[in-house]
T-cell receptor, first 113, second 112 residues
Framework: EADIYQTPRYLVIGTGKKITLECSQT?????MYWYQQDPGMELHLIHYSYGVNSTEKGDLSSESTVSRIRTEHFPLTLESARPSHTSQYLC????????????FGPGTRLTVL | KQEVTQIPAALSVPEGENLVLNCSFT??????LQWFRQDPGKGLTSLLLIQSSQREQTSGRLNASLDKSSGRSTLYIAASQPGDSATYLC???????????FGTGTSLTVIP
């Protein structure tokens, strides 16, 4: 079983608040990812990282930012949350070389009022 | 633009039946394809990963096949059980595997 954690699991906040969604993995994986998923829709990649100090944007435009200061930690930050940010955010990781099996965390369901 | 499509969106079968879930993709130059299971309100669990050089992968009652020329992958579930009820997603990548494109999933219900 994969060891990848996300906190909080659920978050309800008001418009304009700054929030950080946490993601940590204990598998030593170099690659980490953030996806956004709306109900009944496909997952969209919003950010990914090859390793420490490496971050890239995915296909889906997002107002969020990420950082990768430590291998195990890949937090996502929204500086000023809006109702359009309401969604499920899923974090994943995979090994750098060899298989590209992605292991997912349980997700954070964000609601912005 | 790479796209991944899954049909049908929902499927109900009686317990014990064998079933096939379909996944199609637009570009045959695929790098790899992965099948996932998602339970309500939870993250994704990886089921099978097929590299572009492979034709199929098996794990227990699950068998996934890949036909690049036709742009299709199938997930075969043998002897379905109520515990198999979940949404099944396929995801494909077309470069070094850094970006996966997901389908919208097939919601499977196995009726006892």
């Amino acid at each position: 079983e994969a060891d990848i954690y996300q906190t909080p699991r659920y978050l309800v906040i008001g418009t304009g608040k700054k929030i950080t969604l946490e993601c940590s993995q204990t598998m030593g994986h170099d690659k980490m990812y953030w996806y956004q998923q709306d109900p009944g829709m496909e997952l969209h990649l919003i950010h990914y990282s090859y390793g420490v100090n490496s971050t890239e944007k995915g296909d889906l435009s997002s107002e969020s930012t990420v950082s990768r200061i430590r291998t195990e930690h890949f937090p996502l930050t929204l500086e000023s949350a809006r109702p359009s940010h309401t969604s499920q955010y899923l974090c994943a990781s995979s090994e750098r070389a060899g298989t590209d099996t992605q292991y997912f965390g349980p997700g954070t369901r964000l609601t912005v009022l | 633009k790479q796209e991944v499509t899954q049909i049908p969106a929902a499927l109900s079968v009686p317990e014990g039946e064998n079933l096939v879930l379909n996944c199609s993709f637009t570009d045959s130059a695929i790098y790899n394809l992965q099948w996932f299971r998602q339970d309500p309100g939870k993250g994704l669990t990886s089921l099978l990963l097929i590299q572009s050089s492979q034709r199929e992968q098996t794990s227990g009652r699950l068998n996934a096949s890949l036909d690049k020329s036709s742009g299709r992958s199938t997930l075969y579930i043998a002897a379905s059980q109520p515990g198999d009820s979940a949404t099944y997603l396929c995801a494909a990548s077309w470069n070094t595997g850094n970006q996966f494109y997901f389908g919208t999933g097939t919601s499977l219900t196995v009726i006892p």
